[in-house]
């Protein structure tokens, strides 16, 4: 199968061949001839799509992998890319934990806010190869999910358009879009009303004044030429998220020894080089971009930040009872605050 067009996916909905694979016993697409990979994200990421071209360039080189690539949404939409993986009608996705949390809440521990202000930390804490990967596989591999590795995106600051957002209670009243649970529970416990919208959608809804802001990380803000509406950025650990390659236990597990070695590696090389290659983008274009566009960056102290470390406490609260385990909620943070 070259090609898979996005009517045969629904068409796979409608038939109940994805129910087959949520059930753990994903189809096998007849005349398969290469592996499919799919994204959501476009080319205009530039911090964050070369990553993903550097885990299919190591899986090809190790492994021999020739990946039939959907990107931009093209087979696949934001939402549609975790259940047509587990449906059988791609083998590896390229995904925003912070659409799949809810789903999956083991992903949470590394959305949380306020759980590390040091980004070396929490970098540290999503090597795919760190006792925190190892939990997060445990747990997916219940619902035949596996994380191959990915990249920490940053911290994900709150942008707005009328005013800087100084205090919890600036935040009170506003709609500011979210992409995940976890975001929009630190919205709500900030006081504000979140919006769940695709990033595509965000310029007109802060053209229009549909919302008021965003919850979100630096990339998102110049892939989407938000820089040009957006006035203001406040700086702090609000949440961040991380973009991953995921797929099935089953067909991981199906694989021969050196080709799942292959895939390993490349989730190695989109962990530490797609990261630096983000980070280098961040720094050099995307930071200049947005202060050259007259966004002011308010970076919040530690005494500013308190107040809103002590209103995210109940997110945390909140993802504990998701998770369903409370002690191992909170292994899992001690492991990423010890990183």
């Known amino acids: 199968m070259s090609g898979l067009a996005r009517r045969d996916f629904l068409a796979a909905v409608g038939s109940g061949v994805l129910a087959a694979g949520l059930s753990g016993c994903a189809p096998v ?22 990553g993903i071209e550097m885990f299919l360039d190591t899986a090809r080189d190790v492994g021999g992998f020739s990946f039939d690539v959907y990107n931009s949404g093209t087979l696949l939409g934001a939402e549609e890319l975790v259940p047509g993986l587990l449906g059988g009608v791609v083998d590896v996705v390229f995904q925003t934990s912070s659409y799949v949390s809810s789903s999956f809440p083991v992903l949470g521990c590394l959305e949380l806010p306020f759980t590390t202000e040091d980004f070396r930390k929490h970098r540290r804490a999503a090597d795919p190869d760190g006792p925190v990967s190892a939990v997060i596989n445990e747990r997916l591999a219940r619902q035949n999910m596996r994380v191959l590795g990915g990249m920490p995106t940053g ?20 709609r500011l879009r979210v992409a995940g649970e976890i975001e929009g529970e630190t919205v709500k416990a900030l006081g504000g009303a979140p919006v769940f919208m695709g990033s595509a959608e965000v310029y ?27 006035r203001y950025g406040t ?10 390659a995921y797929c099935r236990v089953d067909w991981y597990a199906g694989l021969g020894e050196q080709q799942r070695a292959a895939l390993d590696e490349a989730g190695r090389t989109m962990f530490r080089a797609g990261t630096d290659r983000m980070l280098a ?27 809103f ?24 943070l001690d492991l990423v605050r010890s990183a």
């Open 29 to 50: 697409r007849a005349g398969a001839k290469q592996p499919i990979a799919a994204t959501y994200l476009t080319k205009s990421y530039d911090d964050l799509f070369p």
């Open 155 to 174: 911290f994900e600051y709150l942008w707005t358009i009328n005013r800087p957002i100084l205090r919890p209670a600036d935040v009170r009243g506003l």
């Open 204 to 230: 007109q809804a802060l053209e229009r004044g549909t919302i008021d802001g965003m919850m979100s990380y630096l990339g998102t803000v110049v892939s989407r030429d938000l820089q040009e509406i957006i």
């Open 235 to 244: 700086a702090a650990q609000f949440g961040t998220y991380t973009v991953d």
């Open 281 to 307: 983008v961040h720094e050099q274009d995307y930071l200049p971009a947005v202060r050259a566009a007259g966004v002011e960056l308010v970076e919040l102290d530690e005494a500013q930040q308190r107040p």
């Open 309 to 332: 470390r002590a209103a995210a406490a109940e997110v945390h609260e909140r993802w504990r009872r998701m998770l369903g385990d409370p002690v191992a909620a909170q292994q899992v």
